[in-house]
């Protein structure tokens, strides 16, 4: 049987990962590719949801470091990675995923992406060379990024920082993107219509060359 591909869906907060993933579900079962499972990370196994709830839920009652922060991330990777990734794709089912390594280098890479190698140590320890089949990172400035998901009600432990946090972590994208093959830059600033057509553009055209 033919194996799945894995494509991942990148970007800040509030650059649209959620409404593209179901968007790539949507063009993917249009090209006849029915057997698809969308995931998200932290999360999607019992337990990376209770680290999920963890590192989003925190209400700063108890200062949470980097390491620990990174840990909890790679913790629950490997607990999606085990049980759903490996085992879907093995059976030929496609997954899309709401974020995956990348967001670690992003988020826990620090200033400067200062812990960006030891970050891709621990990767090269856990995973090997095992990689997304297509990385979608999806650009949107902080500024705009913000701006959307505020018009949520609840807001979480890591989108209470402020917006040089986030400048610094798309900083941190730029930087890691270089060193990663298959990744598509999509501009999510714009409206949604336009880069809907974008992905499908790209997805389509990534689709002839596998
Ligand atoms: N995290 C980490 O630190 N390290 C790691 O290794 C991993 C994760 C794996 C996950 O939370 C948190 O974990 C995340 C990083 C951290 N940080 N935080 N906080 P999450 O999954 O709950 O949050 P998220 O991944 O950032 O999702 P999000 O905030 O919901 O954003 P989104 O999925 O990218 O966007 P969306 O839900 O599709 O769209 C947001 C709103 O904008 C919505 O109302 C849309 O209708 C609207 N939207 C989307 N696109 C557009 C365009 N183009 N124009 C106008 N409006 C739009």
Do not use: C
Request: net charge positive.
């Amino acid at each position: 049987m033919k194996s799945g591909k894995f494509i991942v869906l990148e970007g800040l907060d509030g650059s649209g990962k959620t409404k593209a993933a179901k968007y790539i579900k949507k063009i993917l079962k249009k090209k006849g590719i029915m057997k698809i499972k969308n995931v998200h990370e932290p999360g999607s196994t019992l337990i990376a949801e209770k680290i999920r709830k963890i590192i989003k839920k925190n209400q700063n009652k108890e200062k949470i470091y980097y390491k620990t922060e990174i840990l909890l991330m790679y913790a629950a990777r490997i607990q999606l990675i085990n049980n759903i990734i490996k085992p879907s794709l093995k059976k030929g089912k496609w997954i899309i995923g709401d974020r995956h390594n990348l967001s670690t280098l992003a988020y826990q890479g620090g200033k400067n992406g200062i812990h960006q190698n030891f970050i891709l140590k621990l990767k090269k320890k856990f995973f090997k060379k095992f990689e997304p089949n297509l990385t979608i990172f999806l650009d949107v400035k902080p500024k705009i990024g913000i701006k959307r998901f505020l018009k949520r009600n609840k807001i979480d432990r890591i989108e209470s920082k402020k917006k040089n946090f986030f400048l610094e972590v798309r900083n941190n994208y730029f930087k890691i993107i270089k060193l990663f093959k298959n990744i598509i830059i999509i501009d999510a600033n714009k409206n949604i219509k336009n880069v809907q057509k974008n992905i499908k553009k790209n997805i389509y055209k990534w689709l002839n060359t596998i």
